[in-house]
């Protein structure tokens, strides 16, 4: 099984490059700059389009969606639903990253209110996805208080409710969709001294997607190894976290297949 994972996941990471999908991005102002440059080293194409006027219109042409709700206001919350109601209504997919949003009333009540449209994928951190499925988490903001394994059962929860697939990520990745479940190794401690890391991952998961909308959960699993894959490289020559910065945009843009075939990391639970 490991083995047919790993095989499809390097299968799509080649669809991908060919294919290069259109990412509609509605994403965080601190994340912006490095999410886009993230999806182009990695053989996407990113929009970073917000506004209600033209969010669900561009939604519609998009190969996906992703919403990341990490800089929150009314007039971008409107962009976020438009787009999301506009992408089930083309038969597109998207994705859902819940920055924190336990920290306050308005980030649940918007929460909420997106889980109710249906994502395809929801991504997020061991506290955030521990707090979706109603426990109680340590999370403090966007940083995760939790291990990545305390969540896996909210996470098979959460998957099985919403009929999505739900992938945790952190030092070892979960992925399920209730009923399949996969652990993705790999990567570097000095992922979480970045910001954007997570919210990059979010918007590569939607590549992924586009190219392979019938199959979520192997598309999730493969974009997650693909960046846990460029990070296990791009650890290998940085001295700090800046540098790794430049080295992960570096390895995802110079990834082959045979290197991500050799460097993949899947576990079937």
């Known amino acids: ?13 080649e669809k ?15 994340a912006m700059n ?23 219109e561009f939604a519609a042409i998009a190969g996906a ?12 919350v409107e962009g976020m639903v438009a787009a999301a109601k506009s992408a089930n209504d083309a038969g597109k997919p998207w994705v859902l990253d819940p920055v924190a ?3 306050t009333t308005y980030r649940r009540d918007t929460v909420a209110r997106l889980l109710k449209l249906n994502p395809t994928v929801i991504r997020g ?19 995760s208080g939790d291990p990545v394994e305390q969540a896996e059962e909210a996470a098979r929860t959460l998957a099985t409710a919403q009929k999505a697939i739900v992938a ?4 070892v990745d979960f992925v399920t969709d209730g009923t399949r479940n996969v652990r993705i190794a790999g990567g570097s401690d000095l992922m979480p001294k970045i910001t954007a890391m997570g919210c990059s991952l979010t918007a590569l998961v939607g590549a992924y997607t586009a190219i392979a909308k019938d199959q979520a959960f192997e598309a999730t699993i493969a974009a997650l190894t ?44």
């Not at 490095?34 to 669900?56: K, Q, R, W």
């Open 226 to 269: 693909n960046f846990a894959v460029a990070g296990s490289i791009a650890a290998k020559s940085a001295n700090g976290p800046a540098s790794f910065m430049t080295a992960f945009v570096d390895g995802l843009h110079n990834l082959d297949a045979a290197t991500f075939a050799g460097t993949a990391r899947i576990e079937v639970l």
């Open 101 to 103: 949003h336990f920290a």
């Open 125 to 143: 951190n061991a506290s955030e996805i521990i707090a979706l499925g109603g426990g109680q988490s340590a999370g403090q903001g966007v940083d």
């Open 34 to 56: 490095y999410a886009a440059n993230v999806l182009l080293a990695a053989g996407a194409s990113p929009a970073m389009v917000h506004t209600p006027e033209e969010s669900g």
């Open 168 to 171: 945790v990520t952190g030092e």
């Open 65 to 76: 969606l992703t919403v990341n709700i990490g800089t929150l206001s009314p007039h971008w």
């Open 1 to 13: 099984m490991t083995t047919d994972l790993s095989t499809i996941a390097t299968g799509l990471f």
């Open 16 to 30: 991908m490059r060919a294919t290069n999908p259109l990412v509609h991005c509605i994403t965080n102002y601190v």
